[in-house]
Nanobody, 124 residues
Framework: QVQLLESGGGLVQAGDSLRLSCAAS????????MGWFRQAPGKEREFVAA???????FYSDSMKARFTISRDNTESTVYLQMDSLKPEDTANYYC??????????????????WGQGTQVTVSS
C-alpha cells in the first residue's frame, strides 16, 4: 500500500503561484510514476501532469506553460508548481501513484493509489 497526502492548496488571486506537495509513505516511492489530476465542480477529472521514475515529465497541453512537476525520491514527495494561476484552475487537485506512467496518459490504465485531494481556489 501507498498512502498519499497532498498539501499546499488554498485561496489565491489570479496571477499568483502555488506549490502543491504530495508526500508518499508505504512502498518504495521511486518505484512509481507520480502525477496530478484535478476535478472542478460539475466536471470530469482531468490529467494535469506526471513524472516517470526516470524523471521524464508529461503535461496537459493547456497547463504545460504554467505548471511544473518535480519529484524528490529522497523525500518521497512529488510537487506541482503552479504559476500564473487563472480562475479556471479552480479545482480539487489529486495526487496519484501508478506502476505505469500510462495510467496518466491512457484511460485504459488507472493509477494504483490516490490521495484525498487539496482544494485550489483562484479568485479573479
Amino acid at each position: 500500500q501507498v498512502q498519499l497526502l497532498e498539501s499546499g492548496g488554498g485561496l489565491v488571486q489570479a496571477g499568483d503561484s502555488l506549490r502543491l506537495s504530495c508526500a508518499a509513505s508505504g512502498r518504495t516511492f521511486s518505484n512509481y510514476a507520480m502525477g496530478w489530476f484535478r476535478q472542478a465542480p460539475g466536471k470530469e477529472r482531468e490529467f494535469v501532469a506526471a513524472i516517470r521514475r526516470s524523471g521524464t515529465k508529461f503535461y496537459s497541453d493547456s497547463m504545460k506553460a504554467r505548471f511544473t512537476i518535480s519529484r524528490d525520491n529522497t523525500e518521497s514527495t512529488v510537487y506541482l508548481q503552479m504559476d500564473s494561476l487563472k480562475p479556471e484552475d479552480t479545482a480539487n487537485y489529486y495526487c496519484a501513484a501508478a506502476s505505469t506512467y500510462l495510467a496518466f496518459l491512457d484511460r485504459k490504465y488507472k493509477p494504483d493509489y490516490w490521495g484525498q485531494g487539496t482544494q485550489v481556489t483562484v479568485s479573479s
